[in-house]
């Protein structure tokens, strides 16, 4: 929190033994004292990666009532709960810090803030669903286990729960993408159709390329990230390309290719260009998404409006509950004659005098 202004002198001694901490692999707490740049970061990274959790709910939540069975139905019911409990999860890390959930919400609905690029494409069939929970979700993780190593302790924490709760959004999704991939001509289209929509956006969603990330060394050096984009982006792709594959499914960049001399895939050129109309409010679905996020907050106006009258009709009881408790106490004190009783003090000051 803001404080009486340092000297540099002091403002260095404390940054020296705030960097000590973290290269001694300690977590940073929300009492401790901290670098207004890392707050600012912190900040900015929780608040995106908590609206990225409510806007990410909105491109699946619309087939809840269009899954084909009743078992798909519940598994994305499930998956669209678990994802509006990470926003809760991060919003709160994010409170830790001294900004307000109303601060937060705003910035996201007049927009102020961003989150993650890939929830501005719209999901047209069902496999896409399936294609989101295999590739959308497994680039998350990937970043969300690099992040469960941040030096913050509540953001760290945070990602521990939202990582396992992850994997099985991933799982699903790889095991409903996989028996379409196997099934009937129709489903194997519609399964390669998805791949074609959503392999390009999920390797943007992993941010941009490390050398337009110029966050990203400052964010290393206080342990935030523990890895670049590219880093992260490469273990996505070692990871995922042979699992498609294996699946059947073409994944579309003519130039991909494993390198035996590094071990590792690589992809062809990406679309920069895109990634950032996107990430700057002219993708797909940008619009749509924040207008469904304003009505749903607006809808949710006289439920924060209850909940408000119902904490002051409490706060007011429990004000005159106590007045009560007290006035009888003091009623019960006058009855036995103890209110009358001098403090010890008071009964020596009137000896003496």
Same mark, same amino acid.
């Given at each position: 929190?803001?404080?009486?202004?340092?000297?540099?002198?002091?403002?260095?001694?404390?940054?020296?033994?705030?960097?000590?901490?973290?290269?001694?692999?300690?977590?940073?707490?929300?009492?401790?004292?901290?670098? @207004?740049?890392?707050?600012?970061?912190?900040?900015?990274?929780?608040?995106?990666?908590?609206?990225?959790?409510?806007?990410?709910?909105?491109?699946?939540?619309?087939?809840?009532?269009?899954?084909?069975?009743?078992?798909?139905?519940?598994?994305?019911?499930?998956?669209?709960?678990?994802?509006?409990?990470?926003?809760?999860?991060?919003?709160?890390?994010?409170?830790?810090?001294?900004?307000?959930?109303?601060?937060?919400?705003?910035?996201?609905?007049?927009?102020? @803030?961003?989150?993650?690029?890939?929830?501005?494409?719209?999901?047209?069939?069902?496999?896409?669903? /399936?294609?989101?929970?295999?590739?959308?979700?497994?680039?998350?993780?990937?970043?969300?286990?690099?992040?469960?190593?941040?030096?913050? /302790?509540?953001?760290?924490r945070a990602m521990v729960r939202i990582c396992a709760e992850?994997?099985?959004?991933?799982?699903?999704?790889?095991?409903?993408?996989?028996?379409?991939?196997?099934?009937?001509?129709?489903?194997?289209?519609?399964?390669?159709?998805?791949?074609?929509?959503?392999?390009?956006?999920?390797?943007?969603?992993?941010?941009?390329?490390?050398?337009?990330?110029?966050?990203?060394?400052?964010?290393?050096?206080?342990?935030?990230?523990?890895?670049?984009?590219?880093?992260?982006?490469?273990?996505?792709?070692?990871?995922?390309?042979?699992?498609?594959?294996?699946?059947?499914?073409?994944?579309?960049?003519?130039?991909?290719?494993?390198?035996?001399?590094?071990?590792?895939?690589?992809?062809?050129?990406?679309?920069?260009?895109?990634?950032?109309?996107?990430?700057?409010?002219?993708?797909?679905?940008?619009?749509?998404?924040?207008?469904?996020?304003?009505?749903?907050?607006?809808? /949710?106006?006289?439920?924060?409006? &209850?909940?408000? &009258?119902?904490?002051?009709?409490? &706060?007011?009881?429990?004000?005159?509950?106590?007045?009560?408790?007290?006035?009888?106490? @003091?009623?019960?004190?006058?009855?036995?004659?103890?209110?009358?009783?001098?403090?010890?003090?008071?009964?020596?000051?009137?000896?003496?005098?």
């Open positions: 929190m803001p404080g009486l202004p340092l000297s540099d002198a002091e403002e260095q001694r404390l940054l020296a033994a705030f960097e000590a901490r973290i290269n001694a692999g300690e977590k940073i707490e929300p009492g401790d004292w901290m670098p @207004a740049e890392y707050r600012r970061q912190l900040i900015r990274m929780i608040s995106q990666h908590a609206h990225s959790e409510w806007v990410g709910m909105l491109p699946e939540g619309e087939w809840i009532t269009s899954a084909p069975s009743l078992r798909r139905k519940l598994i994305l019911i499930a998956k669209v709960q678990d994802e509006a409990g990470h926003g809760q999860y991060l919003y709160h890390a994010a409170e830790t810090l001294g900004i307000s959930r109303e601060e937060m919400v705003d910035a996201l609905l007049e927009g102020r @803030a961003k989150y993650s690029s890939v929830f501005n494409y719209p999901t047209l069939t069902w496999a896409d669903v /399936g294609m989101i929970g295999w590739l959308v979700d497994g680039a998350a993780i990937k970043n969300q286990v690099m992040l469960a190593g941040a030096s913050y /302790g509540p953001y760290s992850e994997t099985f959004h991933h799982k699903q999704g790889q095991e409903m993408i996989r028996r379409y991939a196997a099934g009937t001509p129709g489903q194997r289209k519609m399964a390669q159709d998805a791949l074609n929509r959503w392999w390009w956006p999920s390797l943007m969603m992993l941010g941009p390329h490390d050398s337009d990330s110029p966050n990203t060394p400052q964010l290393k050096r206080w342990g935030v990230k523990v890895k670049t984009n590219d880093e992260v982006r490469q273990e996505f792709l070692d990871e995922h390309a042979p699992d498609l594959m294996a699946a059947g499914l073409e994944i579309p960049d003519p130039d991909l290719r494993f390198d035996e001399e590094t071990g590792h895939w690589v992809h062809g050129p990406i679309d920069w260009d895109e990634f950032w109309r996107v990430v700057k409010g002219d993708g797909p679905c940008n619009a749509e998404r924040l207008a469904a996020r304003r009505k749903a907050h607006e809808d /949710g106006r006289w439920v924060r409006e &209850a909940m408000a &009258a119902h904490a002051q009709r409490a &706060a007011h009881a429990q004000r005159a509950a106590h007045t009560q408790r007290a006035a009888q106490a @003091a009623s019960a004190a006058h009855s036995d004659g103890t209110a009358a009783e001098p403090e010890p003090s008071a009964r020596r000051a009137r000896a003496d005098g």
